[in-house]
């Protein structure tokens, strides 16, 4: 395989397995081993997990091993679906994020919610690596650029969906894993971060009857081999 996205060496971080084989689909893998990260495989994709503690843990595992191996990767990506916020994306559209956000990293009290930049103790925001970024934008034009969401509970009601676009007005996704995937990332300077999100859902009310997850599978399969060049 070339240079994917021009790195030697990629981390792709999915939540599930059916996420895991749906990018090794789009990049014309078909035959991933276990071993891949010990083995030095340019394109390494591994399913971490549901949740940005599990995302977390599982991005600092394999970045530590390949920094370790002397074959660190050049790339990390947090890939998989998300719930899409109406008006700014379609059911089955894809997004760039250009910002990850914890968006429930901090404190509620009577006087609302104070994320842990407002508290003074770290910050909940994670930029996408500048270049990386345009690459990304340049690759898949037709996706939504803006900033996703990492929360630990999916935004299930109108209220909470309202609550959380007003303190996130440009917020075009929510997710559960792209902060833990930045944050592990950071520990190793110069390594590129950015998140891929295809939407199965909006985010709202819970009606399971209208997730189209097979729908944004496909699109995320299509995101992924449009960046391997096929
Ligand atoms: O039970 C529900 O109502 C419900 C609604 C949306 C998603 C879920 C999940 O358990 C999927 C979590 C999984 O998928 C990503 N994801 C997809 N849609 C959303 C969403 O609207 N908000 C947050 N995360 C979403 C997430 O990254 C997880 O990996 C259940």
């Known amino acids: 395989m070339r240079p994917f996205l021009g790195y030697e060496r990629a981390l792709i971080v999915t939540a599930v397995e059916t996420e895991r084989a749906t990018v090794l689909a789009g990049l014309g893998i078909t035959d991933p081993h276990p071993d891949d990260l010990e083995a030095g495989a340019p394109v390494v994709v591994v399913a971490a997990g549901v949740g940005p503690a599990a995302a977390a843990a599982v991005t600092a595992q394999f970045t530590t091993t390949a920094v370790h191996d002397g074959r660190p990767f050049g790339v990390v990506l947090s890939a998989g679906i998300a719930g899409g916020f109406a008006g700014r994306v379609e059911i089955g559209g894809l997004v760039v994020a ?25 910050t909940a925001r994670h930029d996408a690596d500048p270049a990386l970024l345009r690459t990304l934008r340049q690759a898949l ?27 996130h007005p440009d917020a ?9 995937v930045a944050t592990a ?22 009606d399971r009857a209208a997730w189209r997850i097979p729908q944004a599978l496909e699109t995320l399969r299509e995101a992924f081999a449009t960046l391997a060049g096929r």
Do not use: C, H
């Open 185 to 206: 990332t950071r520990l190793w300077p110069g390594t590129a971060f950015g998140e891929i999100r295809t939407v199965s859902n909006a985010v709202g009310p819970r």
């Open 172 to 180: 075009v996704a929510e997710a559960m894993e792209g902060f833990g």
């Open 98 to 122: 250009t910002e990850s956000i914890a968006a429930d990293l901090g404190a509620a009290g009577a006087d609302g919610f104070e994320s842990v930049d407002d508290l003074g103790f770290g």
């Open 141 to 167: 034009p037709e996706a939504v650029g803006g900033p996703v969401l990492t929360v630990s509970t999916v935004t299930g009601t109108a209220e909470t969906k309202e609550a959380v676009q007003k303190r």
